[in-house]
């Protein structure tokens, strides 16, 4: 069956490609009518996955979520689904509501996979939409290509082994949702797009680059404002700086795994006209080096958010999160929990025994919002201090009234550059 299955979604990926040779430069036209809500609007629906690694995260967000919304898991087949199920069941969670979707290809960070949209439909009804991104697998062959800067060949050889699979992941989500698609020739992950649900994209300028190698910023935003409903980008100069791309080096011997810059982990809008923004604690930018390197970005961030009228909100950051990694013999570019110097350019001259300080990528704006629940990343457990939360935790009661604020721990996800937004799909 699993044979059946992958050459099931190696058909629909090159289905999905070869549509895409057809498109204009831009994408499809966005349809009329349709847009991207914000967040902060009503949501139907909030989707979900499940990966054994990262249960008490999934636990944590049904919980919080079940009262508010309806959930709908996406996860590979019936066998995985039972699994799911049964291990949610027996933290004396109720599966009231739940509803189970399945298609070969479910990643348990679905916020990156698809992107919900909304307009007219028949007899009057909403309808849905999905917007079909390219999927680089993270902006992989950029990744190589830093990696073997001085090796065309390899670095094109890197390239090739990149897994696009998922490529065909959000058509499917389309067709179960029973959604149009509108293919985009932009490349991006949803965690990376937000939305003021009135015209407004903020874009995270060093991301879009990684992703999109080879197209200028023009033709980029010409892309992006094909999107529903979307009349303006406003460029941001770049995100926090521990959320690396992919594997890397932050500075000295400090190291994270990242998403590259998404959105979703430094700026996220509170309203239609205002905009929450990371900003690290005073003491921690006067004690560490990472910490004073995501406040100077934040600072260029801020001026830019500004000037576009816009009113920002400081959300503090959660103290910073290490831990001890050893850099362990060779494993080429396997994406495992181990780090080696394959994940390197050979002239930081990383080597087999050397101790290094991972940063987890961890961010207190990296929330889920559904009708009356705003869900955040709880640090409590990781060394933030009480009061610094229970500052957060009064910020988003005053941003968000009348919605119950409940923390959920996020730990795994933040150690592979993910977090409580990553692992869900807002539906409008």
């Known amino acids: 069956m699993q044979g059946v299955n992958r050459r099931q979604a190696s058909l629909a990926l090159l289905a999905s490609l070869a549509s895409c040779a057809e498109l204009p430069p831009e994408g499809d ?74 298609h070969p290809l479910a990643s348990f960070f679905v916020r990156d996979l698809a992107l919900f949209s909304a307009g007219p439909g028949p007899a009057g009804q909403r309808a849905l939409g999905v917007v079909d991104f390219r999927w680089t697998n993270y902006g992989a062959p950029a990744w190589c290509a830093r990696r073997h800067a001085q090796d065309a060949a390899e670095a094109a050889r890197c390239a090739a082994a990149t897994d696009l699979s998922r ?106 006209g205002t905009v929450l923004l990371a900003w690290p604690d005073d003491a921690d930018v006067a004690a560490h080096p990472v910490a004073r390197l995501t406040r100077a970005r934040m600072q260029r961030c801020f001026a830019v958010l500004s000037t576009a009228g816009l009113r920002v ?8 999160i290490e831990r001890r990694v050893v850099m362990s013999a060779s494993a080429d570019t396997a994406w495992s929990e181990g780090w080696t110097a394959d994940f390197f350019p050979p002239t930081e001259g990383r ?15 990296n929330f889920v919002l559904a009708n009356g629940v705003v869900v955040l990343p709880d640090y409590l457990p990781h060394g933030t201090p009480r009061a610094r939360q229970e500052q957060v935790r009064r910020l988003f009661a005053e ?29 409008p």
């Open 399 to 427: 941003v968000f009234p009348g919605r119950q604020v409940v923390f959920v721990n996020a730990i795994t996800a933040n150690w592979v550059g993910g977090g409580l937004h990553c692992a869900t799909l807002t539906q």
């Open 313 to 320: 909100l400081r959300v503090p950051m959660p103290r910073l």
């Open 351 to 365: 080597r087999q025994g050397q101790p290094l300080q991972q940063i987890a990528t961890a961010s207190y704006l």
């Open 29 to 102: 036209p966005a349809p009329a009518g349709f847009r991207v809500p914000g967040e902060f609007e009503p949501v139907r629906a909030v989707w979900l996955s499940y990966d054994a690694g990262h249960e008490d995260l999934t636990a944590g967000l049904v919980a919080a979520l079940q009262p508010h919304v309806a959930l709908k898991l996406l996860v590979a087949d019936a066998a995985a689904a039972e699994h799911a199920l049964t291990r949610l069941r027996a933290r004396g969670l109720s599966l009231q509501g739940i509803e189970t979707l399945q």
């Open 167 to 272: 490529e065909a992941l959000d058509v499917a989500i389309a067709q179960l949702a029973g959604a149009r698609v509108q293919r985009s020739r932009v490349a991006i992950e949803g965690g990376g797009v937000e939305l003021n649900g009135q015209g407004l994209l903020l874009a995270n300028e060093e991301l879009y680059r990684t992703r999109n190698p080879g197209r200028t910023l023009a033709e980029v935003e010409r892309g992006l404002l094909r999107l529903p409903g979307v009349r303006q980008v406003l460029w941001l100069p770049g995100g926090l700086a521990e959320d690396v791309h992919l594997r890397a080096t932050i500075t000295g011997n400090f190291v994270a795994w990242g998403s590259g810059g998404h959105s979703d982990e430094f700026v996220r809008f509170a309203d239609a």
